[in-house]
T-cell receptor, first 111, second 111 residues
Framework: QKEVEQNSGPLSVPEGAIASLNCTYSDRGSQSFFWYRQYSGKSPELIMFIYSNGDKEDGRFTAQLNKASQYVSLLIRDSQPSDSATYLC???????????FGKGTHLIIQP | GAGVSQSPRYKVAKRGQDVALRCDPISGHVSLFWYQQALGQGPEFLTYFQNEAQLDKSGLPSDRFFAERPEGSVSTLKIQRTQQEDSAVYLCATEVGNTIYFGEGSWLTVV
């Protein structure tokens, strides 16, 4: 059974600082990884996906993947109060496999 | 996300009542998923359709849960004889490329 582990938090970060969110996964064969943001009372919203080892940057967000360590992270630069949400890490192969999610990390950006 | 509409958005059911949750994706979306998200947890896979074919229903928690997509478009998730542990958000999702996008969710509370 595939597992994705995240620290549930809350993770509290001052406004303007870098927020670092981490995730580990159990299936060494996993190829695709996703970060979703979920505001309270809303459905998950895709932020980024990453398939290759290394870093992938999109605006203030950077996803990092280390397949040897089975570790995925999301960095949020210049954190804003609007970044306060739960961040869900997921892995999946597409098609019928769907996605396996972690429980999410609750991030709080302090003004 | 990706034009997936769900109804009802909110449903309060008395224990033992049957409920039906509807998912209406954009026409032409082949893949359709149902996920269940309990409070404080990540989404958990329930079932997957490719057009009208239900290719995977391994995540349905009991035989009280039933899903269908008879014409390969609208899908319905039915829960019979609801129990309190069925209280959750039920998320419908479609796949675009290798990425899954969620609808707004149907929030079910069983009292």
């Amino acid at each position: 059974q595939k597992e994705v582990e995240q620290n549930s938090g809350p993770l509290s970060v001052p406004e303007g600082a870098i927020a670092s969110l981490n995730c580990t996964y159990s299936d060494r064969g996993s190829q695709s990884f996703f970060w979703y943001r979920q505001y309270s009372g809303k459905s998950p919203e895709l932020i980024m996906f990453i398939y290759s080892n290394g870093d992938k940057e999109d605006g203030r967000f950077t996803a990092q993947l280390n397949k040897a360590s089975q570790y995925v992270s999301l960095l949020i630069r210049d954190s804003q109060p609007s970044d306060s949400a739960t961040y869900l890490c997921a892995e999946g192969g597409g098609g019928a496999d769907g996605l396996t999610f972690g429980k999410g990390t609750h991030l709080i950006i302090q003004p | 996300g990706a034009g997936v509409s769900q109804s009802p958005r909110y449903k309060v059911a008395k224990r033992g009542q049957d409920v039906a949750l509807r998912c209406d994706p954009i026409s032409g979306h082949v893949s359709l998923f149902w996920y269940q998200q309990a409070l404080g947890q990540g989404p958990e896979f329930l079932t997957y359709f490719q057009n009208e074919a239900q290719l995977d229903k391994s995540g349905l928690p009991s035989d009280r849960f039933f899903a269908e997509r008879p014409e390969g478009s609208v899908s319905t998730l039915k829960i019979q004889r609801t129990q309190q542990e069925d209280s959750a958000v039920y998320l419908c999702a479609t796949e675009v490329g290798n990425t899954i996008y969620f609808g707004e969710g149907s929030w079910l509370t069983v009292v």
